[in-house]
């Protein structure tokens, strides 16, 4: 079965966000709450799942597992969305509604996940 366009936009978004993980990792790192251990290295683990799932959604064979990867990914990943929120530093800057935004963004993201399973 040929994979529809959207998935391989999909498959695009995550590998390119996983290798931004390593283009500029302070960026990922200020993202983690500090109640979680070793933000370096959480940021390495969860860029490689990025693109290695991101990856495996382009392969039919695989996309199913990998869509279930990526929501396991976007759950474990919701307490920076929240810390960014509550932590100005974490925040970047941005505005408080663009970050609070995000949270119901990650649930689009995790309902997109979920239509590859």
Same mark, same amino acid.
């Not at 500029?24 to 500090?34: A, E, H, S, T």
């Not at 199913?64 to 810390?83: D, E, Q, R």
């Given at each position: 079965m040929a994979l #529809?366009?959207?998935l391989y936009l999909m498959a695009s978004l995550y590998i390119l966000a996983g290798l931004n993980h390593f283009r !500029?990792?302070?960026l990922y790192v200020r993202m983690i709450p500090p109640t979680l251990p070793a933000p370096k290295l959480l940021n390495i683990i969860s860029g490689a799942a990025e693109v290695i799932l991101g990856i495996l959604l382009c392969f039919p064979q695989l996309s199913h597992i990998a869509a279930w990867g990526l929501i @396991? @990914? @976007?759950v #474990? !990943?919701?307490p920076a969305n929240i810390y960014?929120?509550?932590n100005?530093? #974490?925040g970047m800057g941005l505005p408080k509604w663009l970050l609070l935004l995000r949270l119901p963004l990650q649930l689009a993201l995790i309902y997109w996940a979920w239509l590859y399973t």
């Amino acid at each position: 079965m040929a994979l #529809a366009w959207h998935l391989y936009l999909m498959a695009s978004l995550y590998i390119l966000a996983g290798l931004n993980h390593f283009r !500029v990792p302070r960026l990922y790192v200020r993202m983690i709450p500090p109640t979680l251990p070793a933000p370096k290295l959480l940021n390495i683990i969860s860029g490689a799942a990025e693109v290695i799932l991101g990856i495996l959604l382009c392969f039919p064979q695989l996309s199913h597992i990998a869509a279930w990867g990526l929501i @396991l @990914l @976007l759950v #474990a !990943v919701f307490p920076a969305n929240i810390y960014m929120y509550t932590n100005d530093k #974490a925040g970047m800057g941005l505005p408080k509604w663009l970050l609070l935004l995000r949270l119901p963004l990650q649930l689009a993201l995790i309902y997109w996940a979920w239509l590859y399973t």
